[in-house]
């Protein structure tokens, strides 16, 4: 058995490295459009899975998508709901579950914000790229996304619901 580490080669670091700055820099500059709207990212991001959930969520399967906790997602969703751009109700059915539901006043300001964040990632990633390089990045991406969906119950398997 081998216990010496397996260092990056010169490809893959520069390859993490990029991807660290997208993560350090990019993600940042991404919140700028939120910020005016005293939201973060990853509260837009409940918006949207929430818009594209047409009968709503329940909490669990929202917090298994986004990879939250329950109490994370709870803190987020107080936020949402205080806005007026979420409500959350008992299901009928089964009264020890929550759903979620975007709000017409939620679905307008998705829509308002939406297409400012489009922009904000077409100006930070794909307009760099030309379609062989943005098709090279979905797949590379693609797979590590499978992946990290197969270790984390409920998270994104990849190519999942449009969020921006």
Not at 14 to 38: D, K, N, Y
Not at 48 to 77: F, K, P, T, V
Not at 82 to 94: F, K, Q
Request: hydrophobic share 45%; proline share 4%.
């Amino acid at each position: 058995m081998n216990d010496e580490p397996r260092w990056l080669d010169d490809t893959e670091q520069h390859a993490w490295l990029s991807l660290l700055a997208i993560v350090l820099v990019g993600f940042p500059e991404l919140e700028r459009t939120f910020r005016p709207h005293g939201l973060v990212h990853v509260e837009y991001g409940l918006l949207a899975a929430l818009s594209n959930a047409e009968d709503g969520l329940r909490l669990s399967d929202l917090a298994g998508q986004m990879n939250m906790s329950a109490s994370r997602l709870s803190h987020r969703m107080r936020k949402l709901v205080d806005l007026g751009y979420v409500e959350i109700s008992g299901d009928a059915c089964d009264g020890r579950v929550s759903i979620a539901r975007v709000t017409e006043a939620g679905r307008r300001f998705a829509e308002q914000v939406a297409p400012a964040h489009v922009a904000d990632v077409r100006r930070l990633i794909f307009d760099h790229l030309d379609r062989d390089q943005t098709a090279a990045l979905a797949d590379a991406l693609g797979a590590v996304a499978g992946k990290l969906g197969d270790t984390c119950p409920g998270a994104p398997k990849g190519l999942g619901a449009r969020s921006v």
